[in-house]
């Protein structure tokens, strides 16, 4: 006996990658989804942006924007691989975070249907304004979309951010997509966790105003945050501690070098360095010495216990009117 097993139109179908609907759909245009069918239907063939321009009725030049915007948005891979031209285009998901380190095009209808589609975002995008006291910039728009839209961050968490980058007057675009990348990286991704990771960082930049002026320095060289984090998370020691351990760095090389000053406060730490009652550190002369010297616990005072800034009135307004919003209780 023979029959015919008919699909209809199930008779032919291509897979299209799960990203497009998780991560796009609300953000792609029409045509840029045409154009991404069109070619996925065809993926393993050289197509031209005529042809596909043709098939499609969507005007070449569109269809140009088309595959750049998903060229931006996937990661080259080993998967599935589509030829335009001389433009080859790798359908594989990128890590949040790598989206942040490139110049999206977010057209300005683009950003638009962001907001309107979402009225988290279009809180967020108000009150950056009130921070910024001005109307954004198209750049600074373009970041806040990449950072709640491509990257993933809630709106809610990239607000928190937003107020602190102002709080410290470090609101530059580099900055808040440098500080939204390591926010995501540490799964910063709660209300409570952006809280913390706050409250983390004002005592750091606390830490760190001090010591500059202790050290008689500019700025800490991006290089030696590092050193400084160990000191004063890994060690746990005050900025008093780090200070007299610069003083020993001092008598001992005449200059201020990090280096030594490491080894100054690792030997604290591991106790083959002591801190004397007169506020000096000295090198152990031996392993018994080390054992049994005794290290002040206000050279263990953590860096939560040194004074800190607050955030300004403007912070705590935007966070009552934000939890008022969401149904949440100020606090």
């Not at 609300?26 to 991404?36: R, S």
């Not at 979309?145 to 530059?172: Q, R």
């Not at 580099?174 to 540490?186: H, M």
């Not at 216990?305 to 949440?328: H, N």
Request: with cysteine; hydrophobic share 35%.
């Amino acid at each position: 006996m023979e029959f015919n097993f008919n699909l209809g139109l199930w008779g032919g179908i291509f897979a299209v990658p799960n990203a497009i609907t998780d991560d796009y759909i609300k953000i792609a245009t029409g045509d840029n989804l045409k154009v991404l069918l069109y070619c996925l239907r065809y993926a393993g063939q050289t197509l031209s942006v005529g042809e596909v321009s043709r098939a499609t009725g969507i005007p070449p030049d569109n269809v140009t924007s088309s595959l750049e915007f998903w060229q931006q948005r996937m990661a080259t891979g080993n998967e599935t691989s589509l030829i335009f031209s001389d433009k080859k285009i790798e359908f594989t998901k990128k890590e949040p975070t790598e989206l942040l380190d490139r110049d999206y095009d977010f057209s300005p209808k683009e950003i638009s249907e962001i907001i309107k589609n979402s009225k988290d975002v279009d809180y967020l995008f108000k009150r950056c304004e009130e921070l910024y006291g001005r109307p954004l910039k198209h750049n600074e728009q373009k970041a806040l979309a990449v950072i709640v839209e491509d990257a993933g961050m809630n709106a809610e968490v990239a607000l928190m951010l937003m107020v602190f980058c102002f709080s410290i007057n470090k609101t530059t675009v580099n900055y808040i997509k440098k500080t939204a990348k390591n926010w995501i990286e540490q799964g910063i991704d709660s209300h409570e966790l952006a809280e913390g990771k706050i409250k983390s960082l004002k005592e750091y930049y606390s830490a760190e105003g001090e010591l500059k002026r202790l050290l008689e320095i500019r700025a800490i060289p991006d290089d030696k945050k590092p050193l400084f984090e160990k000191w004063l998370y890994q060690y746990g020691f005050s900025v008093e501690t780090i200070y007299m351990a610069y003083q020993k760095t001092l008598e001992k090389t005449g200059k201020l070098q990090y280096t030594f000053m490491d080894k100054v406060l690792a030997g604290l730490n591991d106790g083959t360095s002591v801190l004397t009652n007169d506020g000096k550190i000295e090198f152990a002369k031996s392993g018994k010495d080390a054992k049994t010297t005794y290290v002040p616990k206000s050279a263990k005072t953590r860096v939560s216990d040194t004074p800190s800034f607050d955030l300004d009135k403007l912070d705590k307004q935007i966070m009552e009117e934000y939890r008022e919003m969401l149904g949440m209780d100020a606090k």
